[in-house]
């Protein structure tokens, strides 16, 4: 079986405002292309399609057209899992008519598999969380997690592992219901899970929202059925080879850069080509930089000013850092953000005067004084009394 493995797509996602669809279109052409010239059988795609529960129509518009084109009626086998952003419900509301090109979609760990011939592929074994496909008298097993929610795994183990102990944690449970399902692994057929939550000692980065990144929504490295021979990962946008009981286990990544503190690393997918009872050969595919995320810097406004003007046509995104001994005028960002229409943010690193080092040292005024003469200091008038009551109430409230 050869097999390309993604995920972490985020269609809809926005960086600051910015929409990020044109770069998302981008990619899956790219896809296409990557699936195409390596004659891929199955595509994996381990969650988190969209960003949030409720996408804008545009993003589902782009999934949906090329899911279908991806399968081209059937020749290519996509499954695709929910992860922790998708809305499972309405992500797997279409299966009954993904199936027909032999899109398999799950959106919980127990979901069921119809049987059936769809495209060029068999579904001729189905179980909950997982089914065994056929190609050309080659068989794959797969055993699915889309993102485990605590209620949805002791609902599983409830039902399907006797004396279960409920003081268990999230890890063991999940590695309970893999020794379970890790059953329908056979010597004679690839054996596959793919999966969305967190292993420990893999590396995140900002774009991944806080949301059970670690702590007791980890997941040890040692809970996969012993016959499995590749984990298929998403959750984790930086793609990455993790430690874990099985050799060759990764996270896909997503697929462009969505904030700057992936500007480090490249984006790619993987090429996997599996057999029975084989060891399987990995390759990783990187993908292009559609649309770059820069941090420009400049020792003051003057320079930032100039910086912008030379590389206006650059195609990325910006955030700037200018160090400088006053702020920047209005006047000032409306010219830089005129000329340089992608500036994420503008971050002004005041350098510290040595006359405002004892600014305030053994200063008898009250608060509001203060913030007055201060405020004068850096912008030359006096601030409005409603911006002076507010600043009282802020600090009153720290």
Known sequence: MRIIHTGDWHLGKTLEGYSRIEEQKLFLEELCDICKNKSVDILIVSGDIFDNANPPAEAEKLFYSYIKRLSENGKMAIVIISGNHDNSVRLTSSSPLAEEFCIIMEGTPNTIVNLGTYGSFKINRTFKGGFEIEKNGEKAVFITMPYPTEKNINEIISENIEEVDFRNSYSEK????????????????????VGHFYISGGASSDSERTIQLGGSYSVDGD?????TQYVAMGHLHRSQHIKTNVEHSYYAGS???YSKSEIGYSKSVF????????TPVVEKVYLKNYKP??????ESIEDALILCEEKKDD??????????DRVFLQSEIKEIRKMKKDIVEIQTILYEKEQDKHYF????????????????????????????????????ND
């Open 174 to 193: 999940i590695r309970d219901i893999f020794k379970e399902r890790g059953k329908e692994f056979k010597e004679n057929t690839v054996n596959i899970v």
């Open 223 to 227: 809970v996969f059925p012993e016959k």
């Open 255 to 257: 697929p462009i850069q």
């Open 271 to 278: 090429f996997a080509d599996i057999h029975p009872n084989k």
């Open 293 to 298: 995320i820069e941090v420009w810097k400049t």
């Open 315 to 324: 195609n990325c995104f910006v955030f700037l850092e200018v160090k400088s």
């Open 361 to 396: 040292e053994n200063d008898e005024r009250s608060i509001p004084e203060q913030f007055e003469e201060f405020y004068k200091s850096i912008k030359g008038v006096f601030p409005e009394k409603e911006l002076t009551e507010l600043f009282l109430d802020i600090i009153e």
